[in-house]
């Protein structure tokens, strides 16, 4: 069993759990720099708890994921649709000024689409897509098997 410092994982993970939590919350990045702190608080208590039959990234981005929800219940905001203009502000700009407007209309068109789909459904494309976790991760992280 290989043994892992928490700053070691700061330094690999904080900005895939930074991300995660912006897209949970939409574009309110202060209140994400406080999760992720929240994150790694927790992290520090129960460190002993891991059990490495998982990544510790998966790991982290569970603990990440009950502390947003926690987070949302309380402010009694229920994972609500996110807009194109909240989702587009994790993209960086362009050098070049037209392939960014072009881009980002592009973009606009595909997070007006992704933003039909039931919440679990984009939060799915967000760990295969944006995480690069693999489907058994996935579904560790959403708890549900693997087949839905």
Not at 15 to 27: K, M, S
Not at 107 to 133: A, D, G, M, W
Request: glycine share 2%.
């Amino acid at each position: 069993m290989q043994k892992y410092s928490i700053e070691k994982w700061f330094e690999e993970y904080h900005e895939d759990i930074y991300h995660y939590l912006l897209y949970i919350l939409g574009d309110h990045a202060g209140e994400a720099e406080d999760l992720l702190q929240e994150v790694f608080i927790k992290v520090c208590k129960k460190i002993n708890t891991f059990k490495y039959d998982s990544s510790p990234k998966t790991w982290l981005i569970s603990i990440a994921r009950n502390i947003a929800f926690d987070y949302l219940r309380k402010r009694r905001f229920l994972f609500s649709k996110k807009s194109s203009n909240d989702m587009h502000n994790l993209i960086s700009p362009y050098d070049n000024p037209e392939k960014d407007i072009l881009e980002r209309e592009e973009l606009k068109k595909l997070f007006t689409i992704l933003s039909t789909l039931k919440p679990k459904y984009r939060e799915v494309l967000f760990f295969k897509v944006h995480q690069e976790l693999s489907t058994k991760e996935t579904a560790a992280l959403m708890e549900c098997s693997e087949i839905k």
